[in-house]
């Protein structure tokens, strides 16, 4: 008998098992219940189908849906059970890849001559379930290069054989559930039985490779759950999602828009979103003027020259719009892709010494990338976006503080914006693919220890992954839930010894000798659009008094008290009250229905009364009549109550 292995649990428990036993066979080991649930196992920090042997000592981790990397990869074997379903309903069809997304799955398909339309995606559930209750098993297989190409060549699929073109000999796999076979590295469920529940959510188009050049895919949006009452509450989820998507309170609140002339990913701020943009950098800048941050103000464009130095051009010349040339030969641009390379410029124009550090900028720069059209997204995902950038310059010795104090700076923002339940990612560098990131291990090994230690000691709830660090250095981003319970990626703060050393940035320390700064990015925002279109769907557009662009109505009850109604607006205006006069000549019960569809906080009722008494009747959206007012007592109200929901999270 061979010598048992080790593995060891979560829990530091370590037991014996017969080498070649797989994760599944560990799960019922421990209980049946566990391995009923169990969809993948993660050995040594890698996630592995449950029915995978392993053959040396290990720590496993038993996956389940209440794991993130087990819904993946239920997710990722939905993909495939639906191009099962697909290959049975339409032969002859092939297939581009199929990941899982973060709710649910996708996969591409090139239907060749069959046009899919809407009203089939119920076939291909039925379809789906069907085959889903046939429980077959999700088969590894390794396969040599030269197998695979035949296998593809023989039938047709340019797309499988391209992404072979990029594979090495002896790493390729191919899984087999059913029917189906697929390329693909997993790893999957045991079998399709565990999947229960499906919907098909979208269909849209995708250039293979996401090269516009190249042909246009049928991409399939699905999302599969192990039980019908979990799907059920998703798509009541999704109705309510519905209700509070951001293009549509946007367009209703008259906040943004987009114009095909002016160009796709381009949004415009209406008058009312740019106040309510004006109002989030404010506050921004009153929090960060208190923090001794310094505001900066940079180009649009920058040559080509900076971000080669910085290393953005090599990384994402191809995310980034074309350069601009110029009559002079040699000469180009580019639209800004990032502001960190002008800020460093900014750093190196005269000498700083260990004394002067850290030295903080801000910046609410604008900045372009081109995203592919079929990505863009409202203002979650657009071709120019504002972010409340700031880089920090600063000792070694202080990057950890310097860290610290951003965290409390995007802790305060998230409180002042009703954002409560979040968990810090830390992003560290994907060790298998050194080749994405500049620099070395020791500058690495710093920055990645000053993240991981600033973030326990603030006690901060914490997920760790590898491979979502920055090119430059390691980051911490936070990942907020919103009022629907979906996750959104907003602050981010990154430690930074690359850029410092590309643009041979100095400090002359205490020893009289040269150093060099390190550099933290900083933005607890992201971007100013991204941050809108998640802030308008968490609160459904019923912004914090503060915030809200309208937070008064005046609503005269005839044109006779317009002139009043005009007076009162002036002096509101004045003590930063904003708001409009609606001079319509509808009944007041219609105007007061308006403008709480219209999420206005507060209703100013002006008639015969009010005039001769200068005075208001208040009504509070939510809450009704308010009584009657003195204009002077309105306004104290009204600033008491933003200063008591601002000072309580000072």
């Known amino acids: 008998m061979s010598q048992p292995i080790k593995i060891t649990l979560p829990d530091g428990s370590v037991r014996e098992y017969e080498k070649g036993t797989t994760g599944l066979q560990i799960a019922a080991s421990i209980s049946e219940g566990l391995a009923r649930n169990v969809l993948a196992a993660k050995v040594n920090g890698q996630v592995w189908d449950a029915t995978r042997p392993i053959e040396e000592d290990s720590s496993l981790q038993l996956l389940t849906w209440n794991d993130g990397e087990g819904k993946n990869t239920f997710w990722h074997s ?3 059970l639906m191009a099962e379903a697909l290959e049975a309903l339409y032969p002859g069809i092939k297939f581009g890849i199929g ?3 973060e709710t649910g799955f996708y996969y591409d398909v090139d239907f060749g ?8 995606l119920e076939k291909i559930e039925q379809k789906m379930i069907e085959l889903a209750k046939e429980k077959n098993e999700y088969i590894r297989k390794q396969v040599a290069k030269k197998d695979a190409i035949a296998y593809f060549s023989e039938k047709g699929d340019e797309y499988k054989l391209d992404l072979l073109e990029g ?5 390729i796999t191919f899984y087999e559930q059913g029917n189906f076979v697929d390329l693909c590295r997993g790893p999957h469920i045991p079998n399709t039985g565990f999947i229960k529940a499906v919907k098909l959510t979208n269909i849209a188009g995708a250039y293979w490779r ?14 599969t759950f192990p039980k019908a009452q979990e799907l059920k509450d998703y798509l009541t989820l999704l109705e309510e999602a519905k209700k509070r998507d951001h293009r549509k309170i946007g367009r209703e609140l008259e906040l943004f828009t987009f114009s095909e002339k002016v160009g796709m990913g381009l949004p415009l701020w209406l008058p009312k979103g740019t106040l309510l943009r004006e109002r989030l950098i404010s506050f921004m800048k009153k929090a960060q003027d208190k923090s001794g941050y310094q505001q900066v103000t940079t180009p649009h464009i920058g040559s080509k020259v900076l971000y080669e130095t910085s290393g953005h051009y090599e990384k994402y010349g191809k995310d980034s719009f074309q350069p601009i040339t110029t009559p002079h ?13 002008h800020h460093c410029e900014i750093y190196k124009h005269k000498p700083r010494s260990y004394k002067d550090l850290p030295i903080r900028y801000a910046e609410f720069g604008t900045v372009y990338r081109y995203e592919q059209s079929g990505e863009l997204h409202g203002l979650t995902r657009v071709r120019g976006f504002t972010q409340d950038d ?6 070694p010795d202080q990057v950890k503080e310097e860290f610290i104090k951003v965290i409390d700076l995007v802790l305060y923002v998230f409180k002042a914006l009703g954002f409560k339940d979040y968990t810090a990612q830390i992003s560290l560098r994907d060790p298998e693919n050194p080749s994405k990131y500049i620099g070395g291990d020791e500058a690495w090994n710093k920055a990645e220890s000053a993240i991981i230690e600033a973030a326990a000691e603030k006690g901060l709830e914490t997920v760790t992954e590898l491979g979502e660090a920055a090119f430059y250095g390691p980051k911490l981003d936070f990942m907020v839930k919103d009022a629907l319970g979906r996750k959104w990626q907003l602050g981010t703060i990154q430690v930074d010894y690359q850029l410092p050393d590309r643009f041979q940035l100095e400090y002359i320390g205490s020893d009289n000798q040269k150093h060099r700064p390190v550099m933290i990015h900083r933005a607890p925002f992201g971007s100013l659009e991204r941050f809108v279109a998640v802030l308008i769907e968490h609160c459904a557009g019923d912004f914090p008094l503060w915030l809200s662009p309208e937070q008064i109505n005046i609503l005269p009850i005839s044109e006779k008290y317009i002139s009043y109604a005009e007076e009162l607006k002036g002096i509101l205006d004045e003590e930063g009250i904003t708001g409009n006069i609606d001079n319509r000549d509808e009944k007041i019960g219609r105007k007061i229905r308006d403008a709480e569809v219209k999420k206005v906080p507060f209703m100013l009722i002006v008639g015969e009364k009010e005039q001769e008494e200068r005075k208001i009747s208040v009504r509070k959206r939510g809450e009704g009549d308010l009584g009657s007012f003195s204009i002077e007592d309105f306004i104290k109200y009204f600033q008491g109550i933003i200063s008591e929901s601002l000072s309580k999270e000072e």
């Not at 030969?329 to 390379?341: I, S, T, V, W």
């Open 390 to 395: 700031a880089h920090i310059f600063c000792r």
């Open 99 to 101: 990941p899982p997304i």
């Open 113 to 120: 001559d069959h046009k899919l339309e809407g009203d089939e």
């Open 167 to 171: 594979l090495e000999d002896g790493s």
């Open 78 to 80: 939905s993909a495939h």
């Open 329 to 341: 030969e040699g000469e180009a641009f580019l639209l800004k892709p990032m502001n960190c390379p």
């Open 210 to 223: 996401g090269d516009e050049k190249r042909k246009m895919l049928t991409r399939i949006y699905g999302v």
